[in-house]
């Protein structure tokens, strides 16, 4: 199935953009994104311990120093397993054109405990350290919701502040509040260095506008270095709507291009909130995502053949027993986009692991089917058991959304004469 590291390249023929440092890599969606739209990774970092083993077996190395790594694109990453506090990026200072990062979310996440700033695992602090060792042309992060919460506003303004000044760093002792104020000050001066200070915009953004078939809102933050002149650059526009889905499926076309038998069809209405979708693709649904995506050449995958037995044509397809329905766990609907997947296996409250055939009966969907959902490739290798393939994938940047904000980034970049000498 074409599984192993050696055999990994990149999916279409891109050329080198430039190179990237990519931090809490997770099982790799976003590293991956950036990779496919021509980012060369001189490292990758990442401490949980599956995770790591996913990413050597489909792209990763481990780091050497005295190796000759990360020298074309599409080679392995030279991986450094361990805590992002414990690694030293001023080898690369100079050499990198994008940090980029799925900041860990759980001090924010709406399921957590809500720590937030007071969190340990709030490593924003090391992403403006990693900033200020390589002084990289470009930042994408990537984060929950959550982050948005209006009881987290004022921390969130002093990430940003932070980010766009990441050189007035906060000295030890120092309260968050106090850099705050100091942060402002700073700002407020035309005298900085502009290579010093970045220009930082930031978007809530929902995946299925992007082609993904699953609903998942995450705050992207994208900063430029001031010095590039780059303070104009937009997010991307969507791609996909609703309004263009639910025309699709009240003028037939969605049902008759999957051949769904009449009488599991309808007609949704069409909703006064709800933008017509002219210019756009229709959503991507998890019938698209199941059965087969054109746009991505994927097979259909079918039934899985049997309770925890692969099958045979499709990697991670299994079934899994215990599926169940009630108030409150809901399964998902084949012909909407999926449920945002969370990062749990049968725990997770709204019944996001589950899905509803066309004759109403239920089943979990099988890890391939979620790494559908995640818009990760079909030769896409989790190591461990299902429940840590699944808080994996939950964890996970979808691949197309993060391609969409790598690719408008990259063009930006593009635009200026300076490369990276890495």
């Not at 937030?116 to 602090?125: S, T, V």
């Not at 120092?174 to 260095?193: F, G, M, P, V, Y």
């Not at 978007?203 to 078939?213: E, I, M, Q, S, T």
Request: charged share 30%.
């Amino acid at each position: 199935m074409g599984t192993q590291a050696e055999l990994f390249s990149p999916r279409a023929v891109v050329r080198e953009v430039g190179t990237s440092i990519e931090l809490f890599t997770g099982g790799g969606g976003l590293a991956m994104a950036m990779e496919n739209v021509g980012f060369r990774h001189l490292l990758a970092v990442e401490l949980d311990k599956r995770a790591c083993e996913t990413l050597k077996r489909n792209h990763a190395e481990e780091f050497g120093a005295s190796a000759e790594q990360g020298t074309t694109l599409g080679s392995p990453w030279p991986l450094k397993a361990m805590s992002v506090r414990d690694v030293e990026f001023d080898p690369w200072l100079g050499k990198v054109d994008v940090v980029a990062g799925g900041v860990p979310c759980q001090p924010w996440s709406l399921g957590g405990a809500h720590k937030g700033y007071d969190d340990e695992r709030n490593l924003w602090p090391e992403l403006f350290r990693t900033v200020r060792e390589t002084r990289p042309r470009a930042i994408i992060a990537e984060n929950v919701k959550g982050l948005l919460r209006p009881s987290f506003a004022p921390y969130y303004e002093y990430i940003l502040n932070e980010l766009r000044a990441p050189f007035e760093r906060r000295v030890e002792g120092e309260d968050w509040q106090d850099h705050a104020k100091r942060l402002e000050k700073a700002l407020a001066k035309d005298s900085i260095d502009p290579s010093e200070r970045y220009d930082v915009k930031f978007k809530l953004v929902n995946a299925a506008d992007y082609g993904v078939p699953q609903v998942r809102w995450r705050v992207f933050v994208v900063a430029f270095r001031r010095d590039l002149g780059l303070a104009d650059w937009e997010f991307p526009e969507p791609t996909h709507s609703e309004g263009a889905l639910l025309r699709a499926q009240a003028d037939g076309s969605y049902w008759d291009e999957h051949k769904v038998a009449k009488r599991y069809r309808y007609a949704p209405p069409l909703l006064d909130d709800v933008d017509d979708g002219d210019g756009t693709e229709r959503w991507r649904t998890l019938r698209d995502a199941i059965n087969a995506d054109p746009a991505r050449g994927l097979p259909k995958l079918g039934e899985p053949v049997g309770d925890k037995v692969e099958h045979p044509d499709h990697l991670h397809h299994y079934g899994w027993p215990g599926a169940r329905q009630y108030p409150g766990h809901t399964p998902n609907l084949l012909d909407r986009p999926a449920k945002t997947v969370k990062a749990g296996v049968h725990g997770v409250p709204g019944g996001e692991t589950v899905l509803q055939r066309d004759d109403g009966s239920i089943r979990y969907m099988t890890v391939r089917e979620v790494s559908r959902v995640m818009t990760f490739p079909d030769d896409y290798y989790l190591m461990g058991p299902r429940s840590e393939q699944m808080r994996q994938l939950g964890n996970a940047v979808p691949v197309l959304l993060a391609q969409a904000i790598a690719r408008s980034v990259a063009d930006a970049l593009d635009t200026k004469p300076e490369r990276s000498d890495g």
